[in-house]
């Protein structure tokens, strides 16, 4: 399984991003996309997750009500959309799959598939 993540750049606090993550090659029933950020000097945090038919969702709760994921079935693309960005948003972003999954896990470790991260930078 191949992920490739997309869409960050530069913004001031309070602008919008729209994150990509095409999913290419064999992927298993039932699995999970998650994005996870990482900022420098800190650890990979969970950041929200859909399972393979869009039916369950999860966000962490320092992000809820700023962020929303959905999936582009016809594209094989999970979104992530970010509003009312700050500068503590700022961070390399990654999506993930899981091989199989129930649920949507928050911790990195059920992640096996990684995308190669896309930049997000916020400026006060």
């Known amino acids: 399984v191949q992920l490739q993540a997309s869409g960050g750049g530069l913004v001031q606090a309070g602008d919008s991003l729209r994150l990509s993550c095409a999913i290419s090659?064999?992927?298993?029933?039932?699995?999970?996309v998650g994005w996870f950020r990482q900022a420098p000097g800190k650890e990979r945090e969970f950041v929200a997750g859909?399972?393979?038919?869009?039916?369950?969702?999860r966000y962490a709760d320092s992000l809820k009500g700023r962020v929303a994921i959905s999936r582009d079935n016809a594209k094989n693309t999970v979104i992530l959309q970010m509003n009312s960005l700050k500068p503590e948003d700022t961070a390399l972003y990654y999506c993930?799959?899981?091989?199989?999954?129930?649920?949507?896990?928050?911790?990195?470790?059920?992640?096996?598939?990684w995308g190669q991260g896309t930049q997000v930078t916020v400026s006060s």
């Open positions: 993930a799959s899981t091989r199989g999954s129930v649920g949507v896990p928050t911790m990195v470790t059920y992640y096996f598939d």
């Open positions: 090659g064999r992927t298993f029933t039932n699995y999970a």
């Open positions: 859909i399972i393979s038919s869009g039916r369950s969702t």
